[in-house]
T-cell receptor, first 115, second 114 residues
Framework: EPEVTQTPSHQVTQMGQEVILRCVPI?????FYWYRQILGQKVEFLVS????????KSEIFDDQFSVERPDGSNFTLKIRSTKLEDSAMYFC?????????????FGSGTQLSVL | GDSVTQMEGPVTLSEEAFLTINCTYT??????LFWYVQYPGEGLQLLLK?????DKGSNKGFEATYRKETTSFHLEKGSVQVSDSAVYFC?????????????FGSGTRLQVQP
C-alpha cells in the first residue's frame, strides 16, 4: 500500500533555531495536513493545504510556522525560531479528496526535540 | 469547541482477552467518528469509522458503535492478539462547524501479552 514518508524520524535543535520537517505525501493525493502531539497530550491539528495554499489552520499555527510544497512532491513544515514548547511528534498526512469522512493517510512522524 | 476524551493507558491484557477502550466526545454539530491505530514505528492508520448515530464501524475484529445519547464511541474486540499491541486514537470531524480537520483524543496504548 502506498505510504506517506516523513524525514527525519528524529530532529534535535537548539532553541531559537529554524527547523524544516519534510514529508512526501502519496503521489495522487491533493490534500495535505500537519498534526502534532506533545508528549502525553492530544494529537492537535496544525494546518491543511490544498492547491498551493493553506485551506485551514488552527490557533497553534502562528507566524512562526509556515508550510510549502516546493517541488510537487515534498510538503514541508518550517518553524522559524523554535521554542521549548515546540517539542513534539509532528505527523504529516494526506488524502485524495476533501471531506469530513475522507480517509487520511499518516506518516510515522518526526520527533522534534528543542533544547 | 469539539473535544475527544479517551481512557488513559496503558491497557495491558493477555492474549484472547476482551478489549474495551472508552471514548466520549463533545461536538457542536454532526460529527463523524473514527478510530485510528498506530503500530510501532508506523503512521496512524484508519481502523474504522461511523458517520451517523447508531452506525457500527468494524474492521479486523474491532467494533465501535456511534451512541449519540451517551456521546460515546467505545472500541471493542472480543479476543485480542499480541499483534494488536499499538496505540489507539479516537477522533471526530464535525460537519456542523464547517471545520474539516480531525479532533483527536490523546491515544490509549494497548499491550497484549502472550
Amino acid at each position: 500500500e502506498p505510504e506517506v514518508t516523513q524525514t527525519p524520524s528524529h530532529q534535535v535543535t537548539q532553541m531559537g533555531q529554524e527547523v524544516i520537517l519534510r514529508c512526501v505525501p502519496i503521489s495522487n493525493h491533493l490534500y495535505f495536513y500537519w498534526y502534532r502531539q506533545i508528549l502525553g497530550q492530544k494529537v492537535e491539528f496544525l494546518v491543511s493545504f490544498y492547491n498551493n495554499e493553506i485551506s485551514e489552520k488552527s490557533e497553534i499555527f502562528d507566524d512562526q510556522f509556515s508550510v510549502e510544497r516546493p517541488d510537487g512532491s515534498n510538503f514541508t513544515l518550517k518553524i522559524r525560531s523554535t521554542k521549548l514548547e515546540d517539542s513534539a511528534m509532528y505527523f504529516c498526512a494526506s488524502s485524495e479528496a476533501e471531506g469530513t469522512n475522507e480517509k487520511l493517510f499518516f506518516g510515522s512522524g518526526t520527533q522534534l526535540s528543542v533544547l | 469547541g469539539d473535544s475527544v476524551t479517551q481512557m488513559e493507558g496503558p491497557v495491558t491484557l493477555s492474549e484472547e482477552a476482551f478489549l474495551t477502550i472508552n471514548c466520549t466526545y463533545t461536538a457542536t454539530g454532526y460529527p463523524s467518528l473514527f478510530w485510528y491505530v498506530q503500530y510501532p514505528g508506523e503512521g496512524l492508520q484508519l481502523l474504522l469509522k461511523a458517520t451517523k448515530a447508531d452506525d457500527k464501524g468494524s474492521n479486523k475484529g474491532f467494533e465501535a458503535t456511534y451512541r449519540k445519547e451517551t456521546t460515546s464511541f467505545h472500541l471493542e474486540k472480543g479476543s485480542v492478539q499480541v499483534s494488536d499491541s499499538a496505540v489507539y486514537f479516537c477522533a471526530l470531524s464535525d460537519r456542523g462547524t464547517g471545520r474539516r480537520a480531525l479532533t483527536f483524543g490523546s491515544g490509549t496504548r494497548l499491550q497484549v501479552q502472550p
